[in-house]
């Protein structure tokens, strides 16, 4: 068996989730599926959000989020890694915290620095860590939920460019694009009042939250029948 321990880090759910999901994923889903069925996931999230069922879009939200590391998992790129290098403790696009930038409306972005003694690890300490750089009273749930389909649809665009041209370039786009979206997925979280480590401990306990296996069993059709 293996489950999901409480308050993980990211690399422990990256891990958990190439261990139940790397083989089914391998041999079922091209790169291009992967995202597909984390944006499928994701506006069933926001379709959450506009009917006002909380339940929806915690399921939904949890199920994109574990898309888009399966994703990660197929490219090779630590999430991790790549979420603190792109919002270390401040904004990628002001280097505020809180963001400013609504107000100073940036052009480009800047040369970021950070600070390592600010990292944080688990799960649970990487939503804090956005909650007080996107505070969440600032703007309304669906905001964030059109924040997060605007970063899923440049994942999209960056990942068919790299996979077009294979320039190193486009793959670093594709690694920023995909921080983001994870940034907006704790976004949402943190304006609906989901605990995105509470959450995913309680679906992953035992194994694929489906079929109870690992490696996961769970067919492509099955996959495309669930609605939640």
Known sequence: MV?????????DFQSFNRSV???PDDRMYSV????TLSQRFAMRALKGIRKGAKDKIEVN????????FALANRLHICLEDELWTRFPMQCSYCAHSPCVCKKTKPLKRPRLKIDETLRPY???????MFSIIYPAERRTLAEAGMH????????????HNFLGQHQNKQF?????????????????ANSAKIDVSKGLASMFKNNCHMCKEAP???????IAKVRI
């Open 148 to 159: 997060m389909a605007e970063e899923f649809g440049e994942v999209a665009e960056a990942l």
């Open 21 to 23: 999901y790397g083989r």
């Open 3 to 11: 489950s999901l321990k409480k308050n993980p880090t990211l690399n």
């Open 32 to 35: 291009t599926d992967l995202l």
């Open 172 to 188: 670093e786009a594709v690694k920023h694009e995909i921080a983001d979206s994870i940034s907006c997925v704790f976004s949402i």
């Open 61 to 68: 939200l949890l199920v994109s989020f574990s898309f888009l």
């Open 216 to 222: 996961c069993v769970c067919t492509f059709d099955v």
């Open 122 to 128: 688990t799960i649970r300490e990487f939503q804090t």
